[in-house]
C-alpha cells in the first residue's frame, strides 16, 4: 500500500483548514507563477496527478479543456473534489499516481501539483507520463524544492530566544525518504535532487520550456507576516515540459 496520510482523519482535517484548501489556487503562494506556465487548455485532454481537492481540474475545464482527469490515492480528497465539481468534463479516479497506466496519446496535457516528493521514482513517473502524453504535449508540475526537502525535518534552526536563524540544509547527494514534519504531524517524503528533475525530463524525452523557485505574490507579503520568512529561501520548484 502506497502512502496515503491524508485519508488519516487528524491530518485531513488540518490539510482542509489551510487556506490554499479552503480559498483555492489565488490562495496557493506559488499560483501566480504557475498559472503564467500553465498551457492554452482549448479542447485538451487533460490528466491531474494529485489532483486532492480538484482546483487544476476545474482551472482546466474552466478554461475549455475538452476532458480532466484527476488522480489521486485519497478517498476523502477525492470526495471533497467531487463536492466541489459540476462539470460533466471532469472525471476522478482513486488510485496511487505510481499505478496509471493509461493508453498511449492519451492526453494533451499532463499537470501535476505538490505530489511528486511523495513518491520514491521521479524516473517511473516521468515513463509513464511519457507513454500517455502526446508528442508535442504539455508536461507541468510543482514540487517542493530540493533544498527544502534534503534536510528532512523541514524546520528552521533557532536560537535560544527561538528566533529563526537559517534554513538547514544536509545530506543533499542522499536522494532517500524523509521522516517531514507536515502541519504538526509525521509524513514520509522522497528527497530529490535538481539534477534529477531536470535530467530526468531532458533524458525521458522532455524540453523544458520554464523553471521558476516562486517567491509569494506581493499581496500575500503584505497581508500573511510568515510570508517574508519564504524570501529567505525557496520552498517549491516549478517546471513546464514539452514532450518532443
Known amino acids: 500500500m502506497k502512502q496515503n496520510k491524508y485519508d488519516d482523519s487528524i491530518f485531513f482535517e488540518k490539510y482542509s483548514n489551510m487556506e490554499r484548501s479552503k480559498?483555492?489556487?489565488?490562495?496557493?503562494?506559488?499560483?501566480?507563477e504557475l498559472k503564467k506556465m500553465m498551457p492554452n487548455f482549448l479542447n485538451?485532454?487533460?490528466?491531474?496527478?494529485?489532483c486532492g481537492f480538484g482546483w487544476h481540474c476545474r482551472y482546466a475545464a474552466e478554461n475549455g479543456a475538452k476532458s480532466a482527469i484527476g488522480v489521486d490515492i485519497s478517498q476523502k480528497m477525492l470526495s471533497e473534489a467531487r463536492k466541489k465539481t459540476s462539470s460533466e468534463k471532469i472525471q476522478?479516479?482513486?488510485?496511487?499516481?505510481?499505478?496509471?497506466?493509461?493508453?498511449?496519446?492519451?492526453?494533451?496535457?499532463?499537470?501535476?501539483?505538490?505530489a511528486f516528493h511523495y513518491i520514491q521514482s521521479f524516473e517511473d513517473i516521468l515513463s509513464k507520463i511519457s507513454?500517455?502524453?502526446?508528442?508535442?504535449?504539455?508536461?507541468?508540475?510543482?514540487?517542493?524544492?530540493?533544498?527544502?526537502?534534503?534536510?528532512?525535518?523541514?524546520?528552521?534552526?533557532?536560537?535560544?530566544?527561538?528566533?529563526?536563524?537559517?534554513?538547514?540544509?544536509?545530506?543533499?547527494?542522499?536522494?532517500?525518504?524523509?521522516?517531514?514534519v507536515f502541519l504538526g504531524e509525521e509524513i514520509l517524503k522522497y528527497h530529490k535532487t535538481l539534477t534529477t528533475y531536470l535530467n530526468g525530463l531532458i533524458k525521458s524525452g522532455f524540453e523544458i520550456t520554464g523553471i521558476v523557485e516562486p517567491k509569494p505574490a506581493e499581496d500575500l507579503l503584505n497581508t500573511v507576516p510568515e510570508m517574508l520568512d519564504e524570501l529567505r529561501r525557496p520552498m517549491m520548484l516549478l517546471v513546464s515540459s514539452r514532450k518532443k
Open 92 to 114: 476522478y479516479i482513486c488510485m496511487p499516481i505510481e499505478e496509471i497506466d493509461f493508453p498511449t496519446d492519451s492526453f494533451d496535457v499532463v499537470i501535476s501539483s505538490l
Open 131 to 180: 507513454k500517455c502524453l502526446i508528442n508535442g504535449g504539455d508536461f507541468v508540475f510543482s514540487v517542493e524544492h530540493p533544498i527544502f526537502t534534503a534536510q528532512g525535518p523541514q524546520d528552521w534552526h533557532y536560537d535560544k530566544q527561538g528566533n529563526k536563524l537559517h534554513w538547514p540544509v544536509d545530506r543533499y547527494y542522499i536522494e532517500s525518504a524523509r521522516n517531514a
Open 23 to 32: 480559498n483555492g489556487l489565488e490562495a496557493a503562494g506559488e499560483w501566480h
Open 44 to 50: 485538451k485532454r487533460v490528466l491531474d496527478l494529485g
